[in-house]
């Protein structure tokens, strides 16, 4: 009987590495090189090959086209057995699935794996401006909406619009009334934002830290369930100052969606891995990402209600009809 | 701090052993993406971003590396441009106007040459620019808003009938073209998808590469098929080198290209296509009918060349002094930096002395190593003319759907370029001239974009893309610019130097 337990448990630690080996692993990354889908293969699968969690290293693909879905239509169609894919996402991906953008596929069309990290959105100003807190960045912005250009680096209905929207909403402003202007990316904005042409930006973390930290913009709310360490330690959440937005930008993977069972729970392995690791703790900080990690069939349910919501808010918010 | 004591410093990081080694490899490097069609500095300095990671190399020299990739490219681009009409960049798509006509003049070694003079001299200018004004450059550069931009883009469409040819109104239907390609994609301001035809591939837009190796590569090679001589030398080879009395000749119009290309890099999204569209055009209506531009006028050679060059230097002050991206090529950079743990931003030359300092004076160092490089690769490069035929089309094109799929990694790509290369065929047969497609796509998506973001932000006040001294006096400049030719042609007689006057 023991020795049966002992087989059972063995075969539970082992199971994993003596079922599925990767060979060849492949990384996709929806979008070229230099951006955050590219970022995520690169650091995650180096990670994973420097613990040794995979024989060779990852090769990372730069598959680009209609914001992830060229990827999204090659992986379901093409690759949906595939043991040794992983590809990046994040919430750019679940934006774009609600709002019925990667043509006929869906959420459900490709198996979530898990997030290993995030970046969280940001208010900000520039070091000059009048105001000082959210509450008196809202009241100039509730007496005259027209005054106030917000910028971001997505397109309209986009994640940057969509945080706006929903700041807008909670303070009570008719989302038609807001004015977003979009930008090539968080850095033209930021340009605009110094130079005068917009009012706020609605960014991430991670794109405003040199600024912050240069104390060329000041950063009235950070959209992040709790406060993120220096140099945003001293930064209130949105929640703290009265307005409850929260803006995850989750950074993970979601897999082929016939992806053998044990192939599946072996990258799950090497997530949690990554996880524990001291060297991904230091990207995450050299980034200025914060922790953030859900995997398994808990990402999965976090998904599906994440696309639902961003559904309903695209309609609420008259970005889709 | 003292500038001097700084730059020392930096020398002392340059110099280092690894970082000499560097930066040789980043301009050699980087002088073949540029010759080679279909990889650009973007993709270029990419596909290189892992290889700086795997190495470990610290930050300074992960900088070193990709920097003289990026400035590396700018020469090498107009190799291919020279030699087979062929643009290595689109920086170079200009070139092709002068520079082809002299390699069939059998004048390619000194067009290689003064291309390579050329953008020696405006780096070198535009890491000294660098230094000295760059703090100050940037604050210019953040006061172009959405108005400045427009009002940049209409000055770049001012330059048109530079490009035009003979024929306006084939160059105002090229231009159209161009254009309507712009249009294709998902709108950012409202987020709608327009002639996409349902196709996720085209959600993102047409990108410029592919339509510009398309146009040109794939169309020269169908022309150059038709040919009944399928084995005789093309041209003869000439000289390979420069004759000091070119040198003087082009030395004006290479100063004029590495000013205006180098202001031009500073703004952020300008870049360095821009600043030889415009440097070429500047030359062309300074000179006029004096020269013998569209013919094989060196000083069309010598002027984009030098102004692709001096963007690249440009493009780096908003990097290093705002830590913003200027173009694309410095945004994958920035990315590269954050990643190896140096926080881009205004405070950059306080924190991380050793990487700007050492990168500013690797950008000296690799300016001379690319002129020493490529000198002698001109002999080697201007060979290229008497490879036969059946060898060099194919790899031509074998290189450019290469380069092409290298990028995005998507068939589809390759399809629309073959289209292009179609449509170029066509457009060559019918004699449109070619470049001002490019003009169109490549202006024709930020005056659109920027316009809507100056009424965004105007709430529909036309008055607003006149309400700033830069706007103003870039209107005055577009304006000048169409009137120039009119009124210089009455007071210059023709003045050109041909092969024989030298």
New interface residues.
Partial sequence: MRQVVWGVLLAGVFGMSLAFTPKGPECIAPAGAGGGWDFTCRAVTQVMFDLKLTPQPFKVTNLTGGGGGVAYANVVSQRGDDANLIVAASPATTVRLAQGQFSRFSERDVRWLGAVAADFGVVAVKADAPWKTMQELVAAWKADPSKIAVGGGSAVGGQDHMKVLLLGRAAGLEPRSVKYVPFDGGGQAITSLLGGFIQIFAGDASEVRGQLEAGTVRVLAILAPRRLPAPYANVPTAKETGYNVEWVVWRGFYVPKNMPADAYDYWLGTLRQVEKSESWAKIREQNSLGQFFMIGAQFQVYIDRQVNDFRNLSKELGLIK | MDIVHALTNGFGVALQPINLLLVFLGCLVGTLIGVLPGIGP??GV??L??LT??LKLPPESAIILLAGIYYGAMYGGSTTSILLNIPGETSSVVTTLDGNQMAKQGRAGPALAVAAWGSFIAGTLSVVGLMLLGPLLAKW??????AEYFALMIFGFSTLSALAGKNMAKALISTLLGLMLATVG??????ISRYTF?L?????GIDFLVVAIGLFAVSEVLVLLEEKTPNAVRTRVGRIYLSLKEFVFSLSSILRGSVLGFLIGVL??AGASIASFVSYTLEKQLHGARGSFGQGDIRGVAAPESANNAAAGGAMI?LLT????GSGTT??M???L????V??????FQQHPAVVWGLIASMYVGNAMLLMLNLPLVGLFVRLLSVPRWFLLPSVLAVSFIGVYA????P?DLLLMTIFGLMGYLMRKFDFPLAPVLLGLVLGYLME?NLR?AM??S?GDVSFLFSSPIAIGLWLLAGLSLLAPAILSRFVKREALGDDEI
């Fill in positions: 973007i993709s990419a596909l971003v892992p990671f795997a550069a953040i006061r172009f808003g959405p998902q709108d950012p301001q409202s987020g349902g996720l591939q085209l959600e993102d952020p999204g908003p705002l830590g913003l991206p945004a994958i920035l990315g590269a954050v990643s190896l743990g926080t881009p931003g205004p405070q950059m990028v995005n990694n998507n589809f974009i973001r965004a932000i709430n």
